[in-house]
């Protein structure tokens, strides 16, 4: 068996180094639309919670590498126990995830008995063990359209998407407090001053963002249906673009003639409108995890089918 490449101390030659790892360990590369974008470009397969899921499910690699966040890694090996999946830095976490332990989320479920818990894919394994379906931001409607009228329904743990979907759908639920630490930061005051200075521009926003702000908004929809409105649905030249920023190397990708301003957030000292555990993934953590198969995502079996089925009700939807 050849060895395994060595780190080099060219920055430009690690892009061969992982692609030399991956052709060995036989691994598919899976990446956020908020990673960096080195990290975008490199990705076999780059996508939002529900696309990625989709490309975990179904993909024949030995190995799977997340580059992403904890709970997406997690997904990955509910979907898949017989390979490998790994996550470059295993501290990226998650705010919504964690904001909503899975012993509490099972005390308040058992609080309501006869309701359904639909859990936003934005959460640990043990809390989706607990809940009845999984939805994403892109199915999240279709996901409550198929719970009966008379069910009660729980929504953990973002808060923000829950109000969002009680007015889409006019379904009535209980609402987990969780909060996304990048889509709670967003300046509506920032928001207006941009608004001001391109009065033509659409606004598009993430449902995770704050009520205020998607009261402002022309368009609101998961990371891939903000990239599709705003790269081939509306003619509109100029967006404003409240989500993490990382969205934007793709739109600009695909409309390099259109203009996308990121919102800020509220703090001007810092880029708080950037995921942080997100953009702890670097390429030379990519490289070293292929190297090593480490970090490795593992969990108790009994744990995954739990968290499975609520997961496998959620992509039977289509």
């Not at 790892?21 to 639309?33: G, Q, S, T």
């Not at 705010?95 to 309701?115: C, F, M, N, T």
């Not at 809940?131 to 929504?155: G, M, Q, W, Y």
């Not at 003639?257 to 702890?280: S, Y």
Request: aromatic share 6%.
């Amino acid at each position: 068996m050849s060895a395994l490449p060595q780190p080099s101390g060219s920055h430009s030659d690690i892009f061969d180094e992982i692609d030399e790892l991956r052709r060995k360990r036989n691994a598919v590369i899976l990446a956020h639309y908020y990673q960096e974008p080195d990290i975008q470009d490199l990705a076999d397969f780059i996508g939002d919670s529900l696309q990625l899921a989709k490309a975990a499910r179904d993909t024949t690699a030995d190995v799977i590498l997340f580059c992403g966040v904890h709970f997406m890694a997690e997904g990955a090996k509910i979907l898949n126990p017989e390979r490998i999946v790994l996550i470059p830095d295993m501290n990226a976490g998650c705010s919504l995830a964690d904001a909503a332990p899975a012993k509490r989320v099972a005390a308040w479920k058992a609080e309501h008995p006869g309701s359904v818990l639909v859990s936003y894919i934005n959460c640990s394994a043990g809390v989706k063990a607990v809940s009845d379906i999984i939805c994403t931001s892109s199915n999240s409607e279709r996901v409550i359209a198929s719970i009966p009228e008379d069910k009660k329904i729980l929504f953990c743990p973002d808060r923000n998407l829950g109000r969002w979907l009680m007015r889409r759908t006019g379904r009535d639920m209980e609402l987990w407090p969780g909060t996304c630490i990048v889509h709670e930061t967003f300046s509506e005051q920032k928001l207006v001053k941009l608004k001001v200075r391109h009065p033509d521009a659409k606004v598009v926003a993430h449902p995770e963002c704050e009520e205020n702000l998607l009261r402002y908004a022309d368009f609101v929809g998961s990371t891939s249906q903000i990239l599709k409105y705003a790269t081939t649905t509306t003619d509109a030249d100029t967006f404003i673009v409240g989500t993490e920023p990382g969205i934007l190397h793709q739109m600009q990708k695909a409309a390099p003639d259109r203009t996308f301003l990121p919102l800020p957030g509220m703090d001007e000292t810092c880029a708080c409108n950037e995921c942080p555990h997100m953009r702890l993934n670097t390429l030379e953590k990519i490289r070293d995890a292929l190297r090593d198969l480490h970090p490795r995502i593992e969990m108790p079996e009994d744990l995954r089918l739990a968290a499975l089925k609520p997961l496998q009700r959620m992509m039977d939807l289509g």
